[in-house]
């Protein structure tokens, strides 16, 4: 069964404090893993996709990487308004479109 | 990327009640999807809505409860029949860019539901 565990649920980070975020999924065949930022309220924002470990995408302080077991989102100098929900979800090969999220990580970026 | 929009963004209904989700799409889109966000919870997916096809349901859920109508290439209805205090939850929909092997979806602003 195809499954997505987000570490840590909550993560609390000064203004300009580093830190990552991590995905860890099982699932048949990837085609495809996705990260996205939810905001109180609102619907999830699409950040990245990622394809195949060793895979690497960025935008602006934010960058994705990819391994065959994990993704981690590494957010880099952190603003307030980086405070949000991160999700990530995965696409296996025997479920086309569905995606299968895992239960996010909450940031909260205090100035 | 689409631009998607729901109707209604929120709304209160009393148990017993249907209530029907509208889904909007700026451009034709081959597949949408509809995801339930329960309170303090991910994402799970409902069903799958493709035009001119019966939409297909994930385990969990069935047509008498969530029926959906996909009538074209721009637009989808999700309805709530029947609604208790437990289907109090965000109702998403998305679709896909059809761009890629694994087609990122983007989603709607979401309807949050309360039902008393």
């Known amino acids: 069964e195809d499954q997505v565990t987000q570490s840590p649920e909550a993560l609390r980070l000064q203004e300009g404090e580093s830190s990552s975020l991590n995905c860890s999924y099982t699932?048949?065949?990837?085609?495809?893993l996705f990260w996205y930022r939810q905001d109180p309220g609102k619907g999830p924002e699409f950040l990245f996709t990622l394809y195949s470990a060793g895979e690497e995408k960025e935008k602006e302080r934010l960058k994705a990487t990819l391994t065959k077991k994990e993704s981690f989102l590494h957010i880099t100098a952190p603003k307030p308004e980086d405070s949000a929900t991160y999700l990530c979800?995965?696409?296996?090969?025997?479920?086309?479109?569905?995606?299968?999220f895992g239960q996010g990580t909450t940031l909260q970026v205090k100035p | 990327s689409a631009v998607i929009s729901q109707k209604p963004s929120r709304d209160i209904c009393q148990r017993g009640t249907s209530l029907t989700i509208q889904c909007q799409v700026d451009s034709q889109v081959t597949m949408m999807f509809w995801y339930r966000q329960q309170p303090g919870q991910s994402l799970t997916l409902i069903a799958t809505a493709n035009q001119g096809s019966e939409a297909t349901y994930e385990s969990g859920f069935v047509i008498d409860k969530f029926p959906i109508s996909r009538p074209n290439l721009t637009f989808s209805t999700l309805t709530v029949s029947n609604m208790s205090p437990e289907d109090s939850s965000i109702y998403l929909c998305?679709?896909?860019?059809?761009?890629?092997?694994?087609?990122?979806?983007?989603f709607g602003p979401g309807t949050r539901l309360t039902v008393l």
């Open positions: 979800a995965v696409q296996g090969s025997g479920n086309t479109g569905k995606l299968i």
């Open positions: 998305s679709v896909e860019d059809g761009r890629g092997f694994a087609d990122t979806q983007y």
């Open positions: 699932v048949s065949g990837l085609r495809g």
